[in-house]
């Protein structure tokens, strides 16, 4: 998993089978300094409670369908969690 | 499986309920460069050299699940690495 930022929505009303009601946030990752790193994606909002601005854990690859129920959907990076803190002694 | 730096440690309230009470640590990767935040199975504490499992099927037979959002957990703590020339 990584850190990254949410800077923005995606509203799209064609989607495929399986992303119906699937809330789309735009995510910039970061390093662990929280310094972007790398190029926006777009993530599934797994706890349906993030939104622009915020830090979040995002994860990747298959392991982000299985974030969202039913499971199954096309998707490729999820929001796992809201960050409260990132504590690097 | 990576070999890993713990540099610190994430705290999050509002997740996923799969990391409801799981501890979360970032880990700098030694070969791969960059960090991943892991779930910590070892106890594993700011400073150590860890394993890292960063692939989701060894990660669910861990946690005993059929599914979850889960792929990358500490594993390991390191003693010592030996690599004879």
Known sequence: MQLGRVTGTVVASVKA????????LVVQPLDEHREPDGRAVVAADAV???GPGELVYVVAAREAAEALDPAFVPVDHA???IVDEVDLP | MKLARVTGTVVSSINHPFFDGQRLLIC???EAGGYLIAVDVVD???GDRVLVLDEGNGARQIFEIDSGPIRSVVVGIVD???EPA
Do not use: C, F, T
């Open chain 2, 44 to 46: 594993a504490g700011v």
């Open chain 2, 80 to 82: 010592d690495v030996h």
């Open chain 1, 48 to 50: 349906r409670m993030a």
């Open chain 2, 28 to 30: 700098d990767l030694e």
């Open chain 1, 79 to 81: 929001i796992v969690g």
């Open chain 1, 17 to 24: 089978n399986g992303l119906e009601g699937v809330k789309l």
